[in-house]
């Protein structure tokens, strides 16, 4: 896989990268909602992780939407920034919106989860990255 700036295109048939990066992000939030609910004692069944789920999925969506609108490559950590802030504020409005609700606590609580995940695994992709190139010089 080549995450590189080349805007996402497949490289050598590869997967398109910004297919795993958006891929990535949405398993982050249904990992965030399904903790959630197991922290609570939420019945965790399928609808129920879709409810919770669909306004911060509807979320990550719109930010890697806006990432690519900037010709942003998806696994930067400038993008992670963008789908995190989207996911957490799209996430937290739709809730209001459809009477699911929110507070002060699950909004810091859904923005440290984010940003650790999903900003997590771009620098990791990154510093894996940097090895590699690293070892092939060598």
């Known amino acids: 896989m080549n995450f ?6 497949a490289v050598g048939g590869t997967a398109r990268p910004e ?5 990535a992000d949405l398993v982050a939030v249904l990992v965030f909602v399904a ?7 939420h019945q965790e069944s399928t609808a129920n992780l879709a409810q919770v789920s ?3 999925l509807v979320g990550a969506v719109v930010g890697h939407f806006l990432v690519r609108l900037r010709g942003a490559t998806p696994a930067s950590t400038a993008a992670g920034v963008v789908v995190v802030v989207a996911t957490v504020a799209f ?3 739709l809730r209001v919106i459809f009477g699911q609700g929110t507070a002060i606590s699950f909004i810091l609580v859904s923005l440290a989860f984010n940003t650790f995940v999903m900003l997590g695994w771009r620098l990791a992709w990154s510093a894996l990255r940097r090895g590699a190139l690293t070892s092939r010089r060598s």
Request: aromatic share 8%.
């Open 4 to 9: 590189s700036g080349n805007g996402g295109r």
């Open 19 to 23: 297919r795993w990066a958006v891929l």
């Open 54 to 56: 669909a306004p911060f």
């Open 35 to 41: 903790i959630g609910l197991s922290a609570h004692g």
């Open 91 to 93: 996430g937290q409005v």
